[in-house]
């Protein structure tokens, strides 16, 4: 590992990139309500992803002098390539508990997410990293609930956080495994 990277210590913000998504219609446009008030994003067609399972090996801090640091999330496949994603602060203490199996005295956003879910009856399945687009990567949340399973669009950041406090599987998509690879030593 870099000397300048370090174990994740610390905690501030993440910028959004909503460039990408396109715009939706109004609500009570579509003749389903419960359309209303989901993104296209999240209605968009399943593609064939070839996903590979993926694990956190940890949190770190990327420093630069006179710079801020900033938080990053590394993801690995069996096949040793590495992956990694810059993430807010906040995100990358709640990762940081999850992976150190600890669960603060307050329930924290993630925390709060999964009991609502689980006490609605949902399960987080699995999440997918399913696109990189613009240095912006896009994730999906599986959720059965009803003998169905809703894929919901998030940040791969509160994603991971998620699916680590569920014990559900990680995946990355193909095509951003092979777009974003650090072939260099951390």
């Known amino acids: ?80 390539r590495q992956v990694l994603i810059y993430i807010g602060h906040y995100e990358a203490f709640a990762i940081s508990l999850a992976l150190e199996g600890k669960t603060p005295d307050r329930p924290m956003t993630h925390d709060l997410t999964k009991n609502l879910m689980e006490r609605l009856g949902g399960k987080i399945e699995r999440i997918v990293i399913d696109d990189l687009w613009q ?18 669009d998030s940040r791969p950041s509160d994603a991971i956080a998620l699916a680590l406090r569920s014990d559900a599987p990680i995946y990355m998509a193909e095509s951003v495994l092979d777009q974003a690879d650090v072939n260099e030593e951390l």
């Not at 579509?30 to 999240?42: K, R, T």
């Open 1 to 80: 590992m870099k000397q300048d990277d370090e174990k994740f210590e610390q905690e501030p913000d993440e910028h959004l990139d909503d460039s990408r998504q396109e715009q939706h219609s109004g609500p009570g446009d579509s003749e389903n309500p419960q359309e209303d008030f989901c993104s296209e994003i999240e209605n968009r067609q399943p593609k064939s992803l070839d996903e590979k399972e993926v694990k956190v090996m940890g949190v770190y801090e990327h420093h630069e002098q006179g710079m801020q640091p900033n938080a990053f999330v590394l993801l690995r496949d069996n096949r040793g």
């Open 135 to 152: 240095e912006t990567y896009y994730a999906k949340i599986s959720v059965a609930t009803n003998g169905e399973v809703l894929d919901i």
